[in-house]
């Protein structure tokens, strides 16, 4: 199947700092990427769509000038946590879908801890 | 809000038996997505079944979809010790579009 690869694994920062998260779709190109969010023994939670070449789409309740998104190619789209705080520890997710296609392609994550 | 809710939330099951685990969800549909996590993982998709479609195979896995009843099952046959993960349903209104992740089933098969 796609490969889709998030970068980095996991990043431990302080707080105020900001972490830039990377998605790459390796052997396609992906019009849309979406961005998750899991708490502990919780669910994925969305928080927003990248669409290549255009603004994110952010759920409700979701800051967008906390969580810069960035869709510049359709293979790279970026996840930019700005003056995190411990709250905003969490395992992070990016998907990615192909064009003209159904499934979703996951990437292996990254799980923050900002102390 | 997630609109998918899945039973049970744990399953402890023996190595060999099956696993049943189900999902409910809320407004149409267009694919119904079966997806599993190992602790602290990414997602690996396990089986997509689409609307008009009842039910599919994939190796060990049986997935139904009832569209009347809003729900779908997976059943995992002769479990194995590492089938051991976390097992969400996704649903997605339009191909391509935003997946809403179902709460999960923690799975757990002892050797």
């Known amino acids: 199947g796609a490969v889709v690869s998030q970068h980095p694994s996991w990043v431990i920062c302080k707080s105020g700092t900001s972490v830039k998260i990377e998605c790459r779709s390796l052997?396609?190109?992906?019009?849309?990427m979406f961005w998750y969010r899991q708490f502990p023994k919780q669910s994925l939670m969305l928080m927003a769509t990248?669409?290549?070449?255009?603004?994110?789409?952010?759920e409700q309740g979701v800051e967008k000038d906390k969580f810069l998104i960035n869709h510049a190619s359709l293979t790279l789209s970026t996840l930019t946590v700005t003056s995190a705080h411990p709250e905003d520890s969490s395992f992070y997710i990016c998907?990615?879908?192909?064009?003209?296609?159904?499934?979703?392609?996951f990437g292996q994550g990254t799980r923050l801890t900002v102390v | 809000s997630q609109q998918g809710e899945e039973d049970p939330q744990a399953l402890s099951i023996q190595e060999g038996e099956n696993a049943t685990m189900n999902c409910s969800y809320k407004?149409?549909?267009?694919?119904l997505q079966w997806y599993r996590q190992n602790s602290g993982r990414g997602l690996v998709h396990l089986i997509l079944?689409?609307?008009?479609?009842r039910e599919k195979h994939s190796g060990r896995l049986r997935v139904t979809l009832d569209t009347s009843k809003k729900s779908s099952s997976l059943l995992i046959t002769a479990s194995r010790a590492a089938d051991t993960a976390s097992y969400f349903c996704?649903?997605?209104?339009?191909?391509?579009?935003?997946?809403?992740f179902g709460e999960g089933t923690q799975l757990t098969v002892n050797p």
């Open positions: 998907s990615a879908v192909a064009v003209r296609d159904t499934e979703a392609f």
């Open positions: 052997d396609f190109q992906a019009t849309t």
């Open positions: 990248s669409n290549e070449g255009s603004k994110a789409t952010y």
């Open positions: 407004t149409s549909i267009n694919n």
């Open positions: 079944i689409r609307s008009n479609e």
């Open positions: 996704a649903t997605d209104r339009t191909s391509g579009s935003r997946l809403t």
